[in-house]
């Protein structure tokens, strides 16, 4: 059974940092795409970053220049970088990964939650 487990998140001020991680782990042949959403109370769920297994990288508008994703392949893991954080980004962040088990789908991990006090 794939199980994605998010770890990193927490309480931090404003302009403060965090770094989230995710491990994928279970049965399954290889993983394509990883990447972080984000929804807070009252908003759909949003892209945040997506990374390819060959390292190509999407960074949603509200969050370029102050998060970084990336990956390390042979761990199944994938972090998200957050600096210069706003209450804005206050939200649960979620890791999803395209797996390749009996065929190519897409995982969720439970979420964990980033609160930014002001």
């Known amino acids: 059974q794939v199980q994605l487990v998010e770890s990193g998140g927490g309480l931090v001020q404003a302009g403060g940092s965090l770094r989230l991680s995710c491990a994928a782990s279970?049965?399954?042949?290889?993983?394509?795409?990883m990447a972080w959403h984000r929804q807070a109370p009252g908003k759909q769920r949003a892209l945040v970053a997506a990374?390819?297994?060959?390292?190509?990288?999407t960074y949603g508008d509200s969050v370029k220049g102050r998060f970084t994703i990336s990956r390390a392949n042979a761990k199944n893991m994938v972090y998200l970088q957050m600096n210069s954080l706003q209450p804005e980004d206050a939200a649960v962040y979620y890791c999803?990964?395209?797996?390749?088990?009996?065929?190519?789908?897409?995982?969720w991990g439970q979420g964990t939650q980033v609160t930014v006090s002001s």
């Open positions: 999803a990964a395209a797996l390749l088990t009996s065929r190519m789908r897409d995982y």
């Open positions: 990374i390819s297994r060959g390292g190509s990288i």
């Open positions: 279970g049965s399954f042949f290889s993983i394509d795409v």
